[in-house]
């Protein structure tokens, strides 16, 4: 709880720089085909950095680094370093010098025009996944010495950085070229943040390589890439088929997503990112007793956030998007489908904040095979609706071949894991839902009163203190030891 509430603070720190960073963009550049260009020229490096940071590296590296010591643990944090440098530096070869055809795969609905200007972008966003991997191999390491407040608050200054750049974005030619080296300039803040507490508990980069540590790495790094990309290439099919939904397609998706993700990173990303050691931990020394505690334990804080984000979303969506996105280059009709996007997207929440603990499990086992193969059946499942409801509905059929591919990979990963929930656990996950409709029935029954942006913020927090009262009353455990927690810390 304590590892949870420090990643979640740091981390809301940086969403909330994310949505002003948005923000700023909407009030900019609005839904049109300048920020679809980024949006695409983005794509490549968020999809390797699910593969060497967040993803599939991250998930070999921490239950391996939880098992050394002493020098030991130097010698195989260098030699993954050493790995992730030279092969991402390396792929920057291809994509600098075919960025053309890159981008013709990527956006095959873009105008030519488009392309071109997105081409250009891709060249310069590219660098930004060398700094971010470097990144996550660092976190990695922190996370394992109960360090989790540094590495989550990086990613604000890559945020804040953005944000600079793009009050900046009328010096430059194309425009969009200032948010694009905010970009990158952001990642290698970011880097050079964590690399400064890394040297303060004592870790360096060296000239080590160890072949044998390069072994193990990639024993697990195979399988857990080939699940990490095919959930990646999620977002790459989503983006391809938005192009062809027509201009400002891709921009719609995203704003929408932006706002979706604030809950699944802030929650159900900071439990899982605070458990992964803490299960590796258990798994290595046989302790099933701490490992199921952990388990359940996560799972209920994590629902105890997700669902009434998605009451919130599914009951508010008009008017956070009007809050957050609606000014400048942003008008009411783009406010609309965003918003109706955003709704179909919440429908998965719970879903996705769940799979997103579940697949953990798997990692701390140093099994990372069955994950890949259910990465493999909701790609296939997402791919396959998305291109009989996009064409149908435009950008929501997307959002919602998106929920429904996370409701089944939600089951395919914890079915045995919710089968063991006892009566206990099942009570307090059902006071969840009761504290949640309750603060649902006030966002339908008292909206109508609260007509202003400034109103609406605070319709918003009425909710919250709604939701937080209602489980107070009804004895929810998950928020007894969040109070206990902060009057301790106090």
């Known amino acids: 709880m304590k590892h949870t509430f420090l990643f979640s603070l740091a981390t809301f720190i940086s969403r909330l720089l994310g949505l002003l960073r948005d923000a700023t963009f909407a009030h900019y550049f609005g839904i049109s085909a300048e920020y679809d260009a980024y949006l695409v020229a983005i794509i490549l490096p968020f999809f390797l950095r699910k593969i060497f940071a967040d993803g599939a590296l991250s998930s070999a590296f921490i239950p391996l680094f939880t098992r050394k010591q002493g020098k030991d643990s130097q010698v195989f944090l260098s030699t993954t370093i050493w790995f992730v440098l030279i092969t991402t530096v390396s792929l920057y070869i291809p994509v600098y010098f075919f960025s053309d055809q890159i981008v013709l795969v990527l956006g095959t609905g873009l105008s030519e025009s488009t392309m071109e200007l997105t081409s250009y972008l891709l060249k310069i966003t590219y660098p930004f996944i060398i700094f971010i991997s470097l990144w996550a191999v660092?976190?990695?390491?922190?996370?394992?010495?109960?360090?989790?407040?540094?590495?989550?608050?990086?990613?604000?200054?890559?945020?804040?950085?953005?944000?600079?750049?793009?009050?900046?974005?009328?010096?430059?030619?194309?425009?969009?070229?200032?948010?694009?080296?905010?970009?990158?300039?952001?990642?290698?803040?970011?880097?050079?943040?964590?690399?400064?507490?890394?040297?303060?508990?004592?870790?360096?980069?060296?000239?080590?390589?160890?072949?044998?540590?390069?072994?193990?790495?990639?024993?697990?790094?195979?399988?857990?890439?080939?699940?990490?990309?095919?959930?990646?290439?999620?977002?790459?099919?989503?983006?391809?088929?938005?192009?062809?939904?027509?201009?400002?397609?891709?921009?719609?998706?995203?704003?929408?997503?932006?706002?979706?993700?604030?809950?699944?990173?802030?929650?159900?990303?900071?439990?899982?990112?605070?458990?992964?050691?803490?299960?590796?931990?258990?798994?290595?020394?046989?302790?099933?007793?701490?490992?199921?505690?952990?388990?359940?334990?996560?799972?209920?804080?994590?629902?105890?956030?997700?669902?009434?984000?998605?009451?919130?979303?599914?009951?508010?969506?008009?008017?956070?998007?009007?809050?957050?996105?609606?000014?400048?280059?942003?008008?009411?009709?783009?406010?609309?489908?965003?918003?109706?996007?955003?709704?179909?997207?919440?429908?998965?929440?719970?879903?996705?904040?769940?799979?997103?603990?579940?697949?953990?499990?798997?990692?701390?086992?140093?099994?990372?095979?069955?994950?890949?193969?259910?990465a493999v059946l909701m790609l296939l499942v997402n791919a396959t609706l998305d291109v009989l409801l996009a064409f149908r509905y435009g950008v929501v059929g997307i959002a919602f071949a998106t929920a429904i591919s996370g409701i089944i990979g939600m089951f395919m990963t914890g079915f045995n894991i919710i089968k063991g929930l006892t009566g206990e656990d099942w009570i307090e996950i059902l006071k969840i839902f009761i504290a949640s409709a309750v603060m649902s029935i006030f966002i339908v029954t008292s909206k109508g009163f609260f007509d202003s942006r400034l109103l609406v913020v605070l319709l918003i927090a009425l909710s919250v203190l709604v939701y937080f009262l209602s489980a107070y009353l009804i004895g929810s455990k998950k928020l007894k030891l969040a109070i206990n927690l902060f009057f301790k810390r106090k």
């Not at 425009?175 to 890394?198: A, D, H, N």
């Not at 890439?225 to 938005?242: C, E, M, R, Y």
């Not at 439990?271 to 099933?288: R, T």
């Open 138 to 374: 660092a976190t990695g390491v922190l996370n394992s010495n109960d360090i989790y407040f540094g590495p989550a608050f990086a990613p604000a200054l890559s945020n804040l950085c953005s944000v600079v750049f793009i009050f900046l974005s009328s010096y430059f030619s194309p425009r969009i070229l200032g948010p694009t080296i905010g970009f990158t300039v952001g990642g290698i803040l970011q880097f050079l943040l964590v690399f400064y507490i890394l040297r303060k508990i004592h870790f360096r980069m060296t000239l080590d390589f160890n072949f044998k540590d390069l072994k193990s790495i990639m024993n697990l790094f195979g399988p857990a890439l080939l699940g990490v990309a095919v959930a990646s290439l999620n977002t790459l099919v989503d983006t391809n088929i938005a192009t062809w939904t027509g201009t400002g397609g891709v921009s719609t998706i995203q704003y929408a997503l932006r706002i979706y993700q604030l809950p699944l990173s802030i929650f159900a990303i900071s439990v899982a990112n605070a458990l992964l050691p803490k299960l590796s931990y258990s798994s290595s020394i046989k302790d099933e007793k701490e490992y199921n505690k952990n388990l359940k334990d996560s799972i209920e804080l994590t629902l105890f956030f997700a669902i009434p984000s998605m009451f919130g979303l599914i009951f508010l969506n008009n008017e956070i998007v009007a809050l957050i996105y609606q000014h400048g280059s942003f008008t009411f009709e783009d406010t609309l489908i965003t918003a109706k996007t955003l709704l179909y997207y919440s429908l998965g929440l719970p879903f996705y904040s769940l799979h997103t603990i579940f697949i953990r499990t798997y990692h701390s086992k140093l099994n990372t095979r069955y994950p890949s193969l259910v």
